[in-house]
């Protein structure tokens, strides 16, 4: 597809598991950032890589949250050792590259539910 | 810290109507505003910016105002149609950071 896409699109999962989210950026785009949005709340920024480096990952919570973007394309963020707090929607979106005006696309977002 | 305040959850408003959504921010650093438009099981798109040596910005049926000294911009959308009701982000970045600060949204809903 042309946009960014997610998956999964929904995730349950128990307290103290690893979840795995994906995140496939529009074609040609190389700056590729992680959003996490609570309930009530607007998106909160968490990564942003430029090519395959994380160039930014100061709005990581804490050391559970991991992300890779190992061939400049495809990204997973990952999550360590589930905890209740952690569900949220998880909104990746991309841009053709370092953006400054701040337009981003982003992908539908994967929900995440912990148990 | 929320740097971006949407105060209004929530307006409601008559079809053909003007919205006016209201957006504060307290960093004085912010120099780029966006405002994203979000569907129910979609991500937010984007709608509208203004950057601050401008005071106004206008789109078709959707204008921008900022008002710098007042930490304030607004959203107006003329006419209300009926494709208008989703949750509306206000959104700032400085310094040509990468790095949205969004405020809770407003959703709107247009009445027949």
């Known amino acids: 597809g042309a946009g960014v896409s997610q998956t999964p699109s929904n995730k349950v999962t128990e307290k103290g598991k690893y979840v795995e989210l994906r995140c496939d950026p529009i074609s040609g785009h190389t700056a590729l950032y992680w959003y996490r949005q609570s309930l009530g709340q607007g998106p909160e920024f968490l990564i942003y890589f430029q090519g395959t480096g994380a160039a930014d990952d100061s709005g990581l919570p804490n050391d559970r949250f991991f992300a890779v973007r190992p061939e400049g394309s495809v990204s997973t963020l990952k999550i360590q050792r589930t905890e209740r707090g952690d569900s949220a929607v998880y909104l990746c979106?991309?841009?053709?590259?370092?953006?400054?005006?701040?337009?981003?696309?982003f992908g539908e977002g994967s929900r995440l539910t912990v148990l | 810290d929320q740097q971006v305040k949407q105060n209004s959850p929530s307006l409601s408003v008559q079809e053909g109507r003007i919205s006016i959504l209201n957006c504060d921010y307290t960093n004085s650093m912010f120099d780029y505003f966006l405002w994203y438009k979000k569907y129910p099981a979609e991500g937010p798109t984007f709608l509208i910016s203004?950057?601050?040596?401008?005071d106004k910005n206008e789109d078709g049926r959707f204008t921008v105002f900022l008002n710098k000294s007042a930490k304030h911009l607004s959203l107006h959308i003329v006419p209300s149609q009926p494709g208008d009701p989703a949750v509306y982000f206000c959104?700032?970045?400085?310094?040509?950071?990468?790095?949205?600060?969004f405020g809770a949204g407003t959703t709107v809903t247009v009445r027949a």
């Open positions: 959104a700032a970045s400085a310094g040509g950071d990468y790095k949205l600060s």
């Open positions: 203004i950057s601050s040596i401008k």
């Open positions: 979106a991309s841009s053709p590259n370092r953006v400054s005006s701040g337009e981003l696309f």
